[in-house]
C-alpha cells in the first residue's frame, strides 16, 4: 500500500496530478479541496495517498491532509458512493463542513454537492453518522462554541430561577416566565427584572 507521495510537481490539470518521486512519475487523483493549496509546477509537495486497486487498474488518490483521506477511505465505504463521487464531495466542501451536515441532517447542504441528490444525501447522513463517531474526528470549533454558549446560558436560566422561586413563585411559573425572556438577556439579573416586569405588566 502507497500511503504518502513526497515529490514534486510536473503535472497538473484537475483532477489528475503527476508527482515525481526520485524519477519515478505518479498518476495521482485529487479534489480541488487538495489543488487549492498547492504550489506551482516544479514546487515539492507531500500528498497522503489511498491505493484503489481494480481488475482493471490501479488507481492513487492524493490529499493534502490525512483528515482528508480518512473521509474519502470512509465515504467510498457507504453504498453507492465510489471514488470519482468521494472526490466530488470533497471538491465541494471541507471535512468539519461535511461532518456539521452529517450530524445536523442537512439534506439541503448536501445536496448541493455536485452528485449527490435527496437520496444519496439520505444515505450518507444514515450511513456515516455513526462512522463518523469511529473515525473520531476532532470536533469543530462551532460545535465548542455552542456547547460553552448553551452551558452558560443554562447557568443563568438556574441562578434566575432559583431567585423567582425565593420570591415565592412557584417552580414551573418561573420557568415559563424566564424562557419567555432568555433570548433576549445576557446575565440572570436581566432575566429576573425583565420576566418579572412582563408578569407585573400583564396583571
Known sequence: ?????QGFIIEKQAPELL???HGVGYEVQA?????AVLGKLGDPVTLYTHLAIREDAHQLYGF???????????LIKVSGVGPKL???????????????????????GLTKLPGVGKKTAERLIVEMRDRLIEWQAPAPLWAAVEQNEQAGKNQLLQEA?????ALGYKPQDASKMLMKVADTCTSAEDMIRQALRNTLGGA
Not at 493534502?64 to 470512509?74: A, E, G, I
Not at 464531495?89 to 451536515?101: H, N, Q, T
Open 1 to 5: 500500500m502507497i500511503g504518502r507521495l
Open 19 to 21: 508527482i515525481d518521486v
Open 31 to 35: 479534489p480541488l479541496s487538495t489543488f
Open 64 to 74: 493534502s491532509d490525512k483528515s482528508q483521506r480518512s473521509l474519502f477511505r470512509t
Open 86 to 108: 468521494g472526490l466530488a464531495i470533497l471538491s465541494g466542501m471541507d471535512v468539519s463542513a461535511f461532518a456539521r451536515c452529517v450530524h445536523q441532517e442537512d439534506i439541503s
Open 161 to 165: 430561577e432559583g431567585a423567582l422561586v
